[in-house]
C-alpha cells in the first residue's frame, strides 16, 4: 500500500457523499454574514456610552472584514466534517473494509487527518473569497478603501485558511473519542460554541486571560490578528503554534484510540 | 490457478466484558475447498472471522492467514477478501465509489472495480447510492469488495443471506469454482442446509467452542444409521449394547436406531438369536439433525 494511494482513498471517501458540499454551502454562506455583518458595523458607534470598535481605515478593522470572518464563517465546518469523516467510519462500518484493506491503521488515521486538512484549506479558500468579495463590496459601499495593501493582512489570509484546516484535526479526535455521530457532533459544535465561549469570558471576568487566551478558539483568533482591546489574545505566531499544538494532539488521540479499538 | 492459503485458528480466545464470545478455539481451513463455518447464532463466528481478519484483537491465542497474523500481509487484499456484512457501505455513496476507494487504498487498477461489477452483477446499478439498494444487492456488493484484489482466500459471512434461489444456486457455483482454482474458501451460516451443497469441509461451532471439524462427506457417513423395529426390541437393544459396538438408541416402544453397525450385521445377530424383525432400513446421515443437536448440546 503506498502513501498516496491511501491519501487518494480518504479524499474519495470525503468527496463521494454529499456531506462536503452541503458544509461547503454552509461554510460561503455563514463567511457572507460574517464579513458583511463586520464590514457593516466596523467603526459605527454602538451608543449606550460603549466605544466603537475600529473603523474600516484600521488594519485591524480590514483583517476582520476579511480573515477573521473567514476564519469564524468556515471553522465549525471544518470541525463538522473532521468529525463525520471519523464517526462515520463507525456509523456506516465502512470501518471494516478500511480496515482490511489498510491493517496498519496508523496509516489510514495518517492519510484520513492530511484528507481533512486538504479540505479544510479548500474550505478555507472558499471562505476567504467570499470575505474578500462581500466585504469588500460592503467596504466599498461605505465609501472607504478596498485596503489590499493593508498591514498584515495577506499573512492573517494565509493563517486563516490554515487554522481552518486545523480544526478538522480537532474533529478528527473528537470523533474518535466518541463514535456515535449524533452525539460526537453535538459534543463538537457544544464545545465550541457554547462551552468554550463561557468558559473564555468566565476567565476573563477572573482575570485568568492568561489561561483563556490558550483555548482553541482563542488561538485561532490570535491568528488573525483581530482589533485587541487589552491584548488579551496571544501574537498571531503564537497562536498559530499553540492551535498546531491542538491539532496534534487531537490527531495522535484519534491514532491512539483507533489502532486499540476493537471494530465490531 | 491461484493458490490458495491455509487459515489458522490457534487456541483463540476473546472475551467481551463479561461475555466469552470464543472459548479456546483451534481450527484450520485447507486451499482448494470450500470450508462451511457453521453454528448458531451467537456462537462466535462473526467473532472468530474479525480476529482471524485483524478486525479484533483476541484476548489469547493468535489467528494465522498463510502463516502470518493478518496485519503482517504485505497485500492484505490481494491475499484476502473478506465480506462481513451486509451492511459496511456508506448509503449515500454509490456502489463503484465504494469500491473505487478500496481500490485506491490498495493499489489496485481501477480496472478491477469495473470487472468486479461485472462478476457479481450489479454493473446497471453501479452508479446508484447504496441506500436503495435490496439486501441482496448489497450481498453482491460484499461479494464484488471481496472479489477487488483477486484474492486467494474468500471469507464470506453469511453470504447467502438476502440472496433468491437463483442468486444462491450462481454462489454456489461461482464459489465452487474458485475453489477449484485452487484458492481457499470459507464460508459462515447459522443455516446448514443453506451450504450444505457447497461446501466441501465443516467446521462447527456452538458458544464459543469447537463441536466438530471434518469433511462433509466422513461426518455424513458417521451420522449414517439403521432403523430397526422389533416387537422384542428391549431384547435386541441388550443384544446389541453387548457387542459393545456402535451406539444404541431407542425410539417410541417398538424401535431401536444403531449407528456403526451395517444392516446385515443387525440381522444376522437378530436372526442367530432368534429376534422377530418388522423392518431394517438404511437411514442416510442427517447432518442438520446432527446440527441441531450438537449446537444445543454445546461441546461436551
Known amino acids: 500500500m503506498s502513501g498516496a494511494g491511501l491519501l487518494r482513498s480518504e479524499l474519495t471517501k470525503i468527496l463521494t457523499t454529499r456531506l462536503w458540499w452541503g458544509l461547503l454551502i454552509g461554510v460561503a454562506m455563514y463567511t457572507v454574514i460574517q464579513s458583511g455583518v463586520t464590514a457593516a458595523f466596523a467603526g459605527v458607534d454602538p451608543g449606550a456610552g460603549r466605544q466603537a470598535s475600529p473603523g474600516l481605515d484600521t488594519p485591524e478593522a480590514l483583517r476582520a472584514v476579511y480573515a477573521g470572518a473567514a476564519f469564524t464563517g468556515a471553522y465549525i465546518f471544518a470541525l463538522a466534517i473532521g468529525v463525520t469523516g471519523m464517526t462515520g467510519e463507525y456509523r456506516y462500518e465502512t470501518a471494516t473494509p478500511t480496515f482490511l484493506a489498510t491493517p496498519r491503521r496508523v496509516h489510514v488515521v495518517v492519510a484520513k487527518s492530511l484528507a481533512h486538512l486538504v479540505v479544510g484549506v479548500a474550505y478555507g479558500v472558499v471562505a476567504l473569497v467570499c470575505a474578500f468579495v462581500v466585504g469588500g463590496v460592503v467596504v466599498l459601499v461605505r465609501g472607504h478603501d478596498l485596503g489590499l495593501t493593508t498591514p498584515g493582512l495577506w499573512r492573517a489570509a494565509l493563517l486563516a485558511v490554515l487554522a481552518v484546516a486545523l480544526w478538522t484535526m480537532v474533529g478528527i479526535g473528537i470523533g474518535t473519542l466518541i463514535r456515535n455521530q449524533v452525539a460526537a457532533l453535538l459534543v463538537a459544535v457544544g464545545v465550541t460554541f457554547l462551552f468554550e465561549p463561557l468558559l473564555s469570558i468566565g476567565l476573563y471576568a477572573a482575570d485568568l486571560q492568561e489561561i483563556g487566551k490558550f483555548l482553541p478558539s482563542s488561538a485561532s483568533s490570535a491568528m488573525t490578528s483581530p482589533p485587541t482591546q487589552l491584548g488579551e489574545l496571544l501574537p498571531w505566531w503564537a497562536g498559530a503554534l499553540v492551535l498546531a499544538g491542538y491539532a496534534l494532539a487531537f490527531g495522535a488521540l484519534g491514532v491512539w484510540l483507533s489502532v486499540r479499538r476493537d471494530v465490531t | ?300
Not at chain 2, 71 to 90: K, N, Y
Not at chain 2, 107 to 115: M, T
Not at chain 2, 149 to 172: H, Y
Not at chain 2, 238 to 248: K, N
Open chain 2, 1 to 300: 490457478m491461484r493458490t490458495g492459503l491455509t487459515l489458522e485458528v490457534v487456541g483463540l480466545h476473546k472475551r467481551f466484558g463479561a461475555v466469552q464470545a470464543v472459548d479456546d478455539l483451534s481450527f484450520t481451513v485447507p486451499p482448494g475447498a470450500v470450508t462451511g463455518f457453521l453454528g448458531p447464532n451467537g456462537a462466535g463466528k462473526t467473532t472468530t472471522l474479525r480476529c482471524l481478519l485483524g478486525l479484533v484483537r483476541p484476548t489469547a491465542g493468535h489467528t494465522l492467514v498463510g502463516g502470518k497474523p493478518y496485519r503482517d500481509l504485505d497485500d492484505p487484499l490481494r491475499a484476502v477478501g473478506a465480506a462481513l456484512e451486509a451492511a459496511s457501505f456508506h448509503p449515500g455513496r454509490s456502489a463503484r465509489n465504494h469500491l473505487r476507494f478500496l481500490a485506491q487504498a490498495a493499489d489496485l487498477p481501477p480496472s478491477r472495480v469495473e470487472e468486479v461489477l461485472g462478476v457479481v452483477g450489479i454493473a446497471e446499478y453501479a452508479d446508484r447510492r447504496v441506500g436503495g439498494f435490496s439486501l441482496g444487492m448489497r450481498q453482491r456488493l460484499g461479494l464484488a469488495q471481496a472479489l477487488l484484489g483477486d484474492p486467494a482466500v474468500l471469507v464470506l459471512d453469511e453470504p447467502a443471506n438476502g440472496l433468491d434461489p437463483a442468486g444462491i444456486a450462481w454462489l454456489r457455483g461461482f464459489l465452487r469454482a474458485l475453489a477449484a482454482e485452487g484458492r481457499t474458501v470459507l464460508i459462515s451460516s447459522h443455516v446448514l442446509s443453506e451450504v450444505q451443497q457447497t461446501v466441501d469441509e465443516v467446521v462447527m461451532i456452538a458458544r464459543g467452542r469447537l463441536v466438530t471439524q471434518g469433511g462433509l462427506a466422513e461426518l455424513e457417513q458417521a451420522q449414517a444409521s439403521v432403523r430397526v423395529r422389533s416387537p422384542e426390541r428391549d431384547r435386541l437393544a441388550a443384544a446389541l449394547r453387548a457387542a459393545e459396538d456402535g451406539t444404541v438408541s431407542e425410539e417410541g416402544t417398538d424401535t431401536v436406531h444403531v449407528r456403526g453397525w451395517s444392516a446385515q450385521a443387525i440381522g444376522h445377530l437378530a436372526h442367530t438369536r432368534g429376534i422377530e424383525l418388522h423392518e431394517l432400513a438404511n437411514e442416510p446421515g442427517d447432518l442438520e439433525r446432527l446440527f441441531l443437536q450438537l449446537t444445543q448440546e454445546g461441546p461436551s
